[in-house]
């Protein structure tokens, strides 16, 4: 498996949708998600420093998760099934107190007393708490090579700038009539076509 990070969120110069931009360690493949733009500002408001004024969604969950006793271990994007990534999240209770840092549970090591949890989630929904508990992302070899495009950081600092530029400039109303456009699904995800691999 390997351990990948957020590099930002684009926006595919076809179809205007966002896309969550995952990079390798070595800075050479990025994997591209594409999701919807209320996704896409779920991962950017766990990307921004600044917490909101009122949680959100993923917040809430994460909060949830501590009152639950459970911590999210890792994010795991494990296949690519009829163009959707699927993405397990792997929780386990959190462990007794660390004495060597107060205030701060330990990670349990004891699988035997201390099964894992494994839920199946959306890759965005994973990556969105993963960037709120500073849990790691792992994607399996395979999807990454199958996946994965030539790394661009100017084109990448281009698109990440237009699509601020973009959530800058519309406004919730916007946002709303400009998602009841998309063709509907299941989940409310747009219909990205068979090409575009995403997150549904």
Excluded at 22 to 32: A, C, I, M
Excluded at 103 to 131: C, F, N, Q, V, W
Excluded at 158 to 187: G, I, M, W, Y
Aim: hydrophobic share 40%.
């Amino acid at each position: 498996m390997v351990e990948m990070q957020v590099a930002g969120i684009a926006l595919d110069a076809a179809s205007r949708s966002p896309i969550v931009l995952l990079r390798d360690p070595s800075g050479r493949r990025q994997v591209p998600i594409w999701i919807d733009q209320a996704q896409a500002q779920n991962i950017l408001a766990g990307l921004n420093a600044d917490p909101p004024p009122r949680p959100l969604s993923h917040d809430l969950m994460v909060a949830l998760l501590k009152a639950g006793g459970l911590q999210l271990d890792r994010v795991i994007i494990h296949a690519i099934e009829a163009s959707t990534f699927q993405a397990v999240l792997k929780l386990s209770p959190v462990g007794p107190k660390d004495k060597t840092a107060p205030g701060k549970p330990k990670r349990s090591t004891s699988p035997s007393h201390t099964p894992s949890i494994e839920l199946d989630a959306r890759p965005s929904d994973g990556i969105a708490l993963a960037l709120r508990t500073g849990s790691p992302i792992w994607m399996l070899e395979e999807v990454v090579a199958d996946a994965s495009i030539p790394v661009d950081a100017e084109a990448d600092a281009d698109e990440q700038a237009n699509f601020r530029r973009f959530l800058d400039q519309t406004s919730p109303a916007d946002l709303v009539r400009h998602l009841s456009k998309a063709k509907p699904e299941a989940d409310g995800a747009p219909d990205l076509g068979e090409a575009s691999p995403g997150d549904h």
